[in-house]
């Protein structure tokens, strides 16, 4: 069964970091990919950062290139997402996913996505 759990979310200030996590069971990460969506309120869950478990090949949108970093272990079967500089507009619930390979403009193709997690940036 698969499945993925967040955790590492929280409220913090401007500028100030926070690093995600999602650690995931019932696959391996070597044989797919995990990306980091998120969703605030008001707005169309929009596509931050993916990784290919086969390679370390990673993926950013534009508005968090610089700022994030997304990182695989997996002999923890985990993958991580350092987020720096934070803004208020960062504000939203994270969720990991996974899928065959990266698309971050494509939700639709995740079949298994975790619960999330909120991260709010007071300004």
């Known amino acids: 069964q698969v499945q993925l759990v967040e955790s590492g979310g929280g409220l913090v200030q401007a500028g100030g970091s926070l690093r995600l996590s999602c650690a995931a069971s019932?696959?391996?990460?070597?044989?797919?990919?995990i990306a980091w969506f998120r969703q605030a309120p008001g707005k169309e869950r929009e596509g931050v950062s993916c990784?290919?478990?086969?390679?370390?090949?990673?993926l950013y949108a534009d508005s968090v290139k610089g700022r994030f970093t997304i990182s695989a272990d997996n002999r923890e079967n985990k993958v991580s997402l350092q987020m720096n500089n934070l803004k208020p507009e960062d504000t939203a619930v994270y969720y990991c996913?996974?899928?065959?390979?990266?698309?971050?403009?494509?939700?639709?193709?995740?079949?298994?996505w975790g619960q999330g997690t909120q991260v709010t940036v007071s300004s």
């Open positions: 990784i290919r478990g086969n390679d370390g090949g990673t």
């Open positions: 019932g696959f391996t990460l070597g044989s797919s990919a």
């Open positions: 996913a996974t899928s065959v390979f990266c698309a971050l403009g494509a939700a639709n193709l995740f079949h298994s």
